[in-house]
């Protein structure tokens, strides 16, 4: 069983910048990939960031050079540092770990707010 608890988001204005963390309890497989979604109503929900055990890195184009993902030594917890954001930024954010030997099973967090005023 693996349950995950997003906190950081809130409101700030364009230019501003927040910081979302994701911790994780339960077994999670340390050599998948973690990382962060968002979602807006009415909208499919989008890939904003991935980081690999190795540490790889994957960003959306969107955010490229202004958000920048991390994660803790134990590999429990991933960040989403978010610089100059904008209105375009506003969504629901949620962090993506997995379990098994495969990576087979996903586990979703509750979601955080971000609102960005402009």
């Known amino acids: 069983q693996v349950q995950q608890v997003e906190s950081g988001g809130g409101s700030v204005q364009a230019g501003g910048s927040l910081k979302l963390s994701c911790v994780a309890s339960?077994?999670?497989?340390?050599?998948?990939?973690m990382g962060w979604f968002r979602q807006v109503p009415g909208k499919v929900r989008e890939l904003v960031s991935i980081?690999?055990?190795?540490?790889?890195?994957t960003y959306a184009d969107s955010v490229k050079g202004r958000f920048t993902i991390s994660q803790d030594d134990g590999k429990n917890t991933v960040f989403l540092q978010m610089n100059s954001l904008n209105a375009e930024d506003t969504a629901v954010y949620s962090c993506?770990?997995?379990?098994?030997?495969?990576?087979?099973?996903?586990?979703w967090g509750q979601g955080t707010q971000v609102t960005v005023s402009s």
């Open positions: 339960g077994y999670i497989n340390r050599n998948c990939e």
């Open positions: 980081i690999s055990h190795d540490g790889t890195t």
């Open positions: 993506r770990m997995s379990s098994g030997n495969f990576c087979q099973a996903i586990y």
